[in-house]
């Protein structure tokens, strides 16, 4: 179902599912005036009106970030603010990222490796639509180059995560607690990185 709902003075259509196969609750803002919430079936319009109640601020903020993001022909985001194309003589944005995240993530993850005593065998980057990083069987780092269109912040997090999986290689409480040991705002992270996506 959709339904119309007011969060200050803006007007946002709300798109309610329920699914027999989700245990929890999902909230995402699609865009500037769609929101989608996907429930499970004992979930009711009552309980999605709640949670909007609930999630104001966080909803209020992540609209705000998209409707600052809304770049225009001649802009592009470069590790989380708008730039202009034309200050960076860029002619193709796919290499200037590959170029500006080849830069970047070696030493993040000569600085974390140090850290967390953990060493990857090679680091490789490629543009991926999403995955953002990953850990192979040989220990064998990948980062994706669009990283650079956000604040240097999810870059950190990316890398202490993909250094995590050399030690454990799932999403076990062991891996989690290693990753807070030396990221420990990561679900923070992983929020903000959910609303800029």
Known sequence: MEFEHNIDSLVLTVKFENKRHIKHCYLRVINNNLIHIKANINFTYLDALELLERKKNWLIKALSHINQTQLND???LY????KKLYDYKI?????????????VIPSLVEKYSKLMNLYPTSIKYRKNKRTWGS????NGLNFNTQLCKFPIEIAQYVVVHELAHIKHKNH????WNLVECYCPDYKEREKLFKTLL
């Open 74 to 76: 001649d802009e592009f």
């Open 79 to 82: 590790f989380g603010e708008i």
């Open 91 to 103: 002619k193709n944005i796919d290499k200037f990222y590959r170029e500006s995240i080849e830069k």
């Open 135 to 138: 850990c192979n069987y040989k």
């Open 172 to 175: 076990s409480k062991k891996f």
